[in-house]
């Protein structure tokens, strides 16, 4: 494995390094191990180590959901749920929230084969809830999903996260991989599903050609790009985290191609993270994505995008992506196309990200157990990003590893949803069962951003402070 901070310092100093960089064999999350801490209960707001700012505001903008100790699947008879844990089909302990998505009285939720027993990679659960700590019932029905032990590349594999468009559909991306952190194994290759949320029929399952999958990648999160005027005009990008690419497919031309950039690359300073009592090193490229709203005097729209593993934020028009010949043939052409726009500042890794109607940006903020904001009006400094920290008065932080965030599409008023699942420990240490792990929470977006520099009437700031930016606790 080459040395971290060697590799930092060489690729801060060159640019174009990244082309070399991507031919080295690199670790990923899949081979590196942590070191041997065992924390069960952690205290997770430690606000002396991960950030220099007071927290003022006294408010609580977010509702708990949902919560769980453990996960749980609605089987048809408990006879068929005892005989699916004798086989080991169902291993309680494996299962863990991933991606998170909302439609009308459904919450939708992924549970990704990281490890043997999880039945079913794709759920439902109601909205409103009927109970803190429901059972998931797969999607759309158990026949959808196969078994890993004799598996039918036509169902469900590992999906990881989906995406609602304007057209009332589900899109996922499916992986095709089981236990992807311990002994990675592709068994399918990866594919694209819509379904028909007013119906619950599949509408296409799209498999990525072989050539746009590379060794060790791993397809993780899904957004798609609707023409406001046609639903059969729709793109949708998937990101490749670990081999560094977008793979652009086009609904109408039933198509896709492989976006590479170096901006897609991890910052190895940004991939050594500590958190939880445990130290680990994620070399994870471009994640997080979300899509502008179109320019009122052109219609250009811009995709934003960030590596899991970088303090940075980047933008590209998607006029750019939907160009299928560039990336043929032009791809050196038009690398500086995609633009670094601003910094988050240190210990702000992200996971993914959402814009409401109003274009204010939400997104995770994992290494800091919160999620935060920006006017995307505003230059993207740390004076114009806000944090928000949601915790109990013990100071434990009820958002913990807020893996999946989405801004649902409420014609009235548009809510933020977060998922935590603390994945850390599920993958490193060992979860407390008796203990809460994963909760879905929801705040009006507008409650959130009421009196912070992210409100789109709030002036800019533009002086960028050696303190970083403001955050909230949400006490």
């Not at 990704?112 to 027993?117: A, I, L, N, T, V």
């Not at 068994?187 to 007013?198: G, H, N, S, T």
């Not at 993270?273 to 179109?294: A, H, T």
């Not at 940006?361 to 114009?384: E, R």
Request: hydrophobic share 40%.
């Amino acid at each position: 494995m080459i040395p971290i901070c060697l590799l930092a310092c060489w690729l801060i100093s060159n640019s174009k390094a990244y082309d070399i960089f991507y031919n080295f064999e690199l670790e990923t999350t899949a081979h590196l191990q942590p070191l041997p801490f065992n924390l069960q209960n952690p205290k997770t707001l430690e606000t002396t180590s991960r950030s220099q700012n007071v927290y003022t505001k006294a408010q609580q903008p977010f509702e708990i959901v949902n919560e769980w100790r453990k996960l749980d699947f609605e089987y048809n008879t408990y006879e068929q749920r005892q005989k699916a844990i004798m086989n080991r089909e169902f291993i309680v302990e494996n299962n863990l929230p991933l991606g998170i998505d909302i439609y009308e009285n459904r919450i939708f939720m992924t549970t990704p084969r990281w490890k043997d027993g999880v039945p079913a990679s794709l759920g439902t659960i109601p909205f409103p809830p009927v109970e803190i700590s429901p059972a998931i019932k797969p999607y759309p029905n158990w026949e959808a999903h196969s078994s890993v032990y004799t598996p039918d590349c036509s169902k469900l594999i590992s999906v990881y996260r989906t995406y609602i468009d304007v057209c009332q559909r589900l899109w996922l991306i499916d992986a095709g991989i089981v236990n992807a952190t311990i002994k990675l194994n592709q068994i399918c290759l990866p594919k694209i599903v819509a379904y028909d949320l007013k119906t619950d029929q599949r509408l296409f399952s799209y498999e990525l050609p072989s050539d746009q999958v590379k060794g060790d990648s791993l397809h993780s999160n899904i957004v798609v790009n609707v023409a406001s005027d046609n639903c059969e005009d729709a793109y949708a990008y998937v990101t490749d985290v670990w081999r560094f690419g977008i793979v652009v497919y086009s609904l109408s031309k039933n198509r896709s191609w492989r976006v590479t950039n170096f901006n897609f690359y991890p910052n190895p300073v940004a991939s050594d993270f500590q958190i939880y009592g445990l130290n680990f090193q994620w070399l994870d490229g471009v994640f997080g994505m979300s899509l502008s709203s179109p320019s009122i005097a052109t219609m250009e729209q811009f995709l934003y995008f960030h590596p899991m593993a970088s303090f940075k934020e980047f933008m590209v028009s998607t006029a750019l992506l939907h160009d299928e010949s560039i990336w043929l043939n032009q791809v050196q052409e038009v690398a500086k196309a995609f633009i670094e726009i601003g910094d988050r500042g240190p210990n702000s890794q992200s996971s993914t990200s959402g814009i409401t109607r109003d274009g204010v940006m939400f997104f995770t903020q994992v290494h800091l157990d919160g999620i935060a904001c920006w006017d995307t009006a505003k230059s993207y400094n740390t004076n114009n990003l806000q944090k928000f920290f949601y915790v109990k008065d013990n100071n434990d932080s009820l958002i913990q590893f807020p893996n999946d965030l989405k801004v649902d599409r409420n014609p009235a008023a548009q809510s933020v949803w977060i998922i935590s699942n603390r994945l850390p420990i599920f993958l490193y240490s060992q979860l407390d069962y008796e203990d809460i792990n994963f909760r879905i929470l929801r705040a009006n977006a507008n409650d959130l951003i009421k009196d912070t520099i992210c409100d789109p009437l709030q002036e800019a700031t533009n002086f960028i402070s050696p303190q970083g930016s403001n955050a909230h606790r949400c006490d």
